[in-house]
């Protein structure tokens, strides 16, 4: 079947614009993750999603991030004014609820800010 | 807080066997994974220890010493295509989430 999904696989912005990442999990996985990897570097958990739930913000760096999911499927990760530090991959991961299961992981979108 | 230390960097030749350590300090510990990452590529599921001991999955295996906060991920008769990073990651459930911390990765480079 289809595995996780990114869109766009590469953006580049200027700074100070908003971006807009898309992440499409895998059809029934109710635990979606997103991370941000910059170049060289392990991944940097951001935000977290189960079913339901109020998500765990806890990752996001600043007050310029955020993210939606929309009818327990599909994930958007929102960056307000984006800053140069922002460049990284953006890696969306899902998973089934049990704490056994192993995450899935994207292509990821690769971002760059000028 | 949540750490997990492993070597930055490491090399060894095909046909060897490499272990590839990790520790960590979690508050809420709740299973530990590790991951495989080819260059420009996303993270690949390899192992997935909870409970103490040793897992062995055809040439990779993993072990996990909960009260000493340390893992290894022992791979064997190493081929050029493993030469990729690895990830340590620690499932933490702490604030009544369950997330997955990840360590900064191993890059381990093969040689003939």
């Known amino acids: 079947g289809a595995g996780v999904s990114q869109s766009p696989s590469n953006k580049v912005t200027e700074k100070g614009k908003d971006v807009e990442l898309r992440c499409d999990p895998i059809?029934?996985?109710?635990?979606l993750y997103w991370y941000r990897q910059s170049l060289g570097q392990g991944l940097e958990f951001l935000i977290y999603?189960?079913?339901?739930?109020?998500?765990?913000k806890s990752g996001l760096p600043s007050d310029r991030f955020s993210a939606e999911r929309t009818g327990g499927s599909v994930s958007t990760l929102t960056i307000q004014r984006t800053q140069q530090e922002d460049s990284a991959v953006y890696l969306c991961?899902?998973?089934?609820?049990?704490?056994?299961?192993?995450?899935?992981f994207g292509p990821g979108t690769r971002l760059t800010v000028t | 807080g949540q750490n997990i230390d492993q070597p930055t960097e490491m090399t060894a030749t095909e046909g060897a066997i490499v272990q590839i350590n990790c520790t960590y300090q979690t508050s809420g510990f709740n299973g530990l994974f590790w991951y495989q990452q080819h260059a420009g590529e996303a993270p690949t599921f390899l192992s997935y220890?909870?409970?103490?001991g040793l897992e062995e999955k055809g040439r990779f295996s993993s072990f996990l010493s909960r009260s000493k906060g340390y893992s290894y991920l022992l791979l064997k008769e190493l081929q050029m295509k493993d030469s990729a990073s690895y990830l340590c990651a620690v499932r933490d459930f702490s604030g009544g989430y369950n997330k997955l911390i990840f360590g900064a990765g191993t890059r381990l480079a093969v040689h003939p």
């Open positions: 991961a899902s998973s089934q609820p049990k704490s056994s299961y192993e995450q899935y």
């Open positions: 220890n909870v409970l103490d």
């Open positions: 059809s029934g996985h109710t635990a």
């Open positions: 999603f189960q079913g339901n739930s109020a998500p765990d």
